[in-house]
């Protein structure tokens, strides 16, 4: 049958693109590829070049590192150098000693680490780590998805070279992705055996476990528990939407303040990951959804979720927790409204395409919890009105009669109408502050 040919493919990219992670996925390529290095040099580390895209660099610059206590692409790279399993993937970082932290930090205070912009590669994602030794240095590249390796060099003789392909994101997945619909991704998520599908309650169990984490305060802006807290004190209310808002920039707080534990990803992002997860499970506790229909709404979160960034660059100036959530959109409505899922799905994702879309990213920060914020609560306020029947018109913005090309937009918008933002946002961060040494 054609739908278990186009089920399949399905499955085989959530495969692909709902992984975990432990720290954001930036820094976590730079650590990947300085660990695939280290492993080639068959002696101790003594110094580290990196080189990244200048939108690895954006994202890399100021998140913190799982485990390390410190910001940035430096600590990835050291620590990843001298004691990252590059086995693990994007994992590579979890179960870092205190030692390899210790060490890291000193090679990094010793200026014995740099980072630079590699200016003339071609790739939207690119880490390369030239990693040296007392006799022997290896170089190794990593581009277009964060642990695809394209090359291994030791003292300039090549190891290790890979056809030059887009890793998990080439041409022949995108063109599937675009050929779905939103009726196609329903279908799928509601009839697919539940067997099929049983990998994806590991997005919930990771990405809730990270909620909770993120309720202690020990995290970033702490953002979440700060809401709970004035929860308590009266002046927000326990409504849902706030319990979703909360549950899922917990998660956020969490990994984006270097929490010791993995996030379960989407499209390659941690955030996108939990945004595409959380607010569903806070609506599947709250309608006492059976075991089925959580997993049968969390699969259609992240399957929408996949299709609509099927049509945004890999990395941008376009915040993708906004598609991300246009994934939950579709999760909470369906939850909510299983009857006339396909039109309360269309209505809320044209409401958001309304709304939110064209958030700037600036880079990966704690602030990332914000935006988060920002959309989750713009999927939840356009899922309330979906349930009415009400969404923005089709004559309004971006904004079009038909949902799929709704996100169809949403993708110009970004591809092409944002590509000068992108470069004024990185030249924003590389020279501010500048005047305070």
């Known amino acids: 049958m054609m739908a278990n040919a186009t089920w399949n493919k399905m499955i085989e990219i959530m495969k692909q693109d709902v992984i975990p ?9 730079m650590a990947f590829a300085a660990a695939t290095a280290a492993r080639y040099l068959g002696e101790p580390v003594q110094s580290i070049a990196a080189r990244v895209s200048a939108n690895l660099m954006k994202n890399g610059m100021g998140v913190m590192v799982p485990g390390t206590g410190r910001p940035g692409l430096y600590i990835a790279a050291a620590v990843g150098a001298l004691g990252g399993n ?26 014995r680490v740099t980072v630079q912009i590699a200016k003339e590669v071609p790739y939207v994602l690119y880490s390369e780590a030239i990693v040296k030794g007392a006799s022997h240095t290896v170089k190794v590249c990593v581009a277009n998805a964060h642990t695809h390796v394209i090359s291994i ?30 009726a196609d991704i329903v279908d ?25 984490e993120g309720l202690t305060g020990k995290y970033g802006l702490h953002i ?12 927000i209310g326990k409504d849902l939407q706030t319990q979703v808002l909360i549950r899922t920039v917990s998660a956020a707080d969490a990994r984006m303040g270097g929490a010791p534990f993995p996030a379960m990803t989407n499209s390659g992002s941690g955030n996108q990951g939990i945004s595409a997860t959380q607010p569903v499970v806070a609506i599947a506790d709250h309608v006492h959804a059976s075991a089925e229909k959580r ?25 993708a927790t ?28 044209c409401s958001m395409t309304g709304e939110a879309v ?56 970004a591809c092409q109408g944002m590509q000068q933002t992108d470069d004024e946002v990185l030249q924003i961060m590389l020279h501010k502050n500048q005047e305070n040494g």
């Open 295 to 319: 997993l049968r709404a969390i699969v259609l979160s992240h399957m929408t979720a996949i299709y609509a960034h099927s049509f945004l660059p890999k990395l941008s100036a376009f915040c």
């Open 322 to 349: 906004i598609t991300a959530s246009m994934g939950a959109a579709a999760g909470m409505a369906w939850l909510m409204d299983k009857d006339h899922a396909v039109e309360t799905i269309s209505r809320a994702i």
């Open 153 to 182: 060099e030791k003292d300039g003789t090549s190891v290790f070279s890979a056809e030059e392909t887009d890793g998990d994101n080439g041409q022949e997945k995108i063109t599937f992705l675009q050929s779905l619909c939103i």
């Open 86 to 111: 590059p086995d693990k993937g994007l994992q590579v970082l979890s179960g870092i000693s205190q030692d390899v932290v210790d060490q890291g930090a000193a090679m990094v205070d010793d200026g």
């Open 358 to 413: 064209g958030m700037v990213c600036d880079g990966a920060a704690n602030s990332c919890a914000m935006k988060v914020a920002t959309a989750c609560t713009s999927a939840f306020r356009a899922v309330l009105l979906a349930l009415e029947g009400t969404r923005v018109g089709g004559n309004d913005g971006l904004v079009s009669f038909d949902v799929n090309e709704c996100i169809r937009n949403v993708g110009c918008l």
């Open 224 to 235: 979440a528990a700060s809401l709970a807290k004035q929860q308590e004190s009266g002046l």
């Open 21 to 29: 992670a432990t720290g954001c996925t930036e820094p976590v390529s």
């Open 188 to 212: 799928f998520a509601e009839q697919v055996p539940l067997e099929e599908i049983a990998f994806m309650k590991k997005a919930e169990e990771l990405n809730d476990r990270l909620s909770k």
